[in-house]
Structures are given as C-alpha cells and as structure tokens.
C-alpha cells in the first residue's frame, strides 16, 4: 500500500525556518518525481514544488524562490522541504505527493495527510 | 506562468444531476491537464489527467474533455458521495497550477 505520511509543520514565527518532511513506503521511490502542494486555510490548492527522481532537476513556484528548497534521500525513502524567511502568507497545510510524470501521463496519484505550518508572532 | 480559470466557483445541484465545471487555461497546454477531488479535511484525489483519461478506481459518472485551452469535467449523475470541491490543474510547464476550485453543493 502507498503512503505519505508528512511531519515537521508547527507554529514558527516570521522569518523562522522549518523542516518539512515526507516519509514514503509501499512504492519504489527514486523512480518517481515528488511535489509539494500547500492549501492556505479555506483556501485553494497551490502548487509549491517538484523534484526529479535524481534531484537533477527542481522547480518552485515564485514566491518560495530562494526561500524554500525541496530535496529528497532515496536510500531513505524521504521528501524534504526546507522552509526559510518564512511569511504569514506561507501558513498552510503542506501535502507531499507522488507525481507520474510520462509521455502521455502528468499526475499527482498519491498524496500524504498533509501537515500544519502556521507562521505567526 | 499559465493562469487556470474555473467556472462556476460554486455549484447547488441534487442527487441524480448531471454536473459540468469548466476550466481555462491562459495559454495552450495540449491535454495535459488533471482534475482532482477534495472533501473537507481530507487531501486531494485524482480523478482525471491527461485531459479525458479516468483514473483506476474512479467511477465511470465521472468523465473528463478538452484541449488547448478549454476543458470541462462532467458528472453525468450526482452521487452522494461526489459533494466535494474540484480542482483542474495544468501540467504542461512549471510553475504548475491549479484552478480556483469549484465547490459542488447540495440543493
């Protein structure tokens, strides 16, 4: 069985930092991308990032430019997302998902629980 | 960037109804667009990519159109179950983005 289970979300304050991570399991991870998508309370989905299988190649949306930055271990079967100079813009529920990324597929078919960042004073 | 533009925001519709919600793209994106579902508190689930492509485990009701820049997805008999808010999404290039959402009321 696929699984995603995100951790690391938290009340940081502006311009902390936070660690996010997603662990994976029932899947071969290093053959797949990883994205992560955040959804600011009653709020829409927003993408944020996506990696490579290799991390030869990432990609963020604007606003996290220089300030986030998505990784992954394969030998551990983790996604991270380091999260700096945070904004109370960036308060959301952040979900980590596997991404099928192929001549005729681009899908997100599997996404974690999501986790809580809350940036506030 | 490519700007997604769903239609209507929200929808009141009674079991048995057929539903359709549309989706803009600002820029041409052949079919590589996906739809997702998502229930109050729970993550997002993929109904339909590749513009018209029906995702395993997904009931038939559900059905996917479109290419360019104009798509639609449409519930051909409202379900219980299918209350939720939908969402389009283009994976054509980075940055990906989604629609605004589409809430599926119950009348």
């Known amino acids: 069985e696929v699984q995603l289970v995100e951790s690391g979300g938290g009340l940081v304050q502006p311009g902390g930092s936070l660690r996010l991570s997603c662990a994976a399991s029932g899947f071969t991870f290093s053959i797949y991308w990883m994205s992560w998508v955040r959804q600011a309370p009653g709020k829409g989905l927003e993408w944020v990032a996506n990696?490579?299988?290799?991390?030869?190649?990432?990609y963020y949306m604007d606003s996290v430019k220089g300030r986030f930055t998505i990784s992954r271990d394969n030998a551990k079967n983790s996604l991270y997302l380091q999260m700096n100079s945070l904004r109370a813009e960036d308060t959301a529920v952040y979900y980590c998902?596997?991404?099928?990324?192929?001549?005729?597929?681009?899908?997100?078919?599997?996404w974690g629980q999501g986790t809580l960042v809350t940036v506030s004073s | 960037d490519i700007q997604m533009t769903q239609s209507p925001s929200s929808v009141s519709a009674s079991v048995g109804d057929r539903v359709t919600i549309t989706c803009r793209a600002s820029?041409?994106?052949?079919?590589?667009l996906a739809w997702y579902q998502q229930k109050p508190g729970k993550a997002p689930n993929v109904l339909i990519y590749a513009a018209s492509s029906l995702q395993s485990g997904v009931p038939s009701r559900f059905s996917g159109s479109g290419s360019g820049t104009d798509f639609s997805l449409t519930i051909s008999s409202l379900q219980p179950e299918d209350f939720a808010t939908y969402y389009c999404q283009q994976a054509n290039s980075f940055p990906l983005t989604f629609g605004g959402g589409t809430k599926v009321e119950i009348k």
């Open positions: 998902a596997r991404d099928v990324r192929g001549v005729t597929v681009r899908k997100s078919d599997y």
């Open positions: 820029q041409d994106i052949s079919t590589w």
């Open positions: 990696i490579k299988q290799d991390a030869g190649e990432k």
